[in-house]
């Protein structure tokens, strides 16, 4: 079974950090592409960040540039997302998404991890 | 950044309607252009990708059409478990964005 799981979310402090993971498997995880959206309590979707197969290029959403980073562990079928400096409005849940080859788009998606963001 | 506006907001509809939702993008993106179904809870779920390309296992009522700015998803016989919030998404340009959704409710 295809499956992407999440892990790592939480309340935190503005400011502080925090890092997300997510464990993939029933599929070639290598062969993909790999995304991080988010979705605000209430709210709709917003992609967040992007990587290549191997690692070597790598997206992200404005907001986030300079405080997040995307990277991944093809040995170990995980994805990461380490998230510092966090404000408020980072506060969603966060999937993990694969993206649908020779697409830039999101074939198979986590259920999620709570990000909460607050003093 | 590609804007994704769509319309209608919400819609309520009856079983057996043909349900027809809007996307339009604030700059052409040529057919990169995807539709998610999200029930609440839930993640978001593939049904179209390429503007017309019906994702596997998702039933034929569903069909995307439309290139350049204007894209349409359509439900053909509109059923009980097709509520919940589409959502439309361009993937010809960083950053990937999405339109606000579409609450689809069953009368």
Partial sequence: EVQLVESGGGLVQPGGSLRLSCAASGFNFRSYRMSWVRQAPGKGLQWVANIRQDGSDKYYVDSVKGRFTISRDNAKNSLYLQMNNLRAEDTAVYFCVRVLLDTTTFDMWGQGTMVTISS | DIQMTQSPSTLSASVGDRVTITCRASQSISSWLA??????????????????SLESGVPSRFSGSGSGTEFTLTISGLQPDDFGTYYCQQDNYYPLTFGGGTKVEIK
Avoid: E, R
């Fill in chain 2, 35 to 52: 539709w998610f179904q999200q029930k609440p809870g839930k993640a978001p779920k593939l049904l179209i990708y390429k503007a017309s």
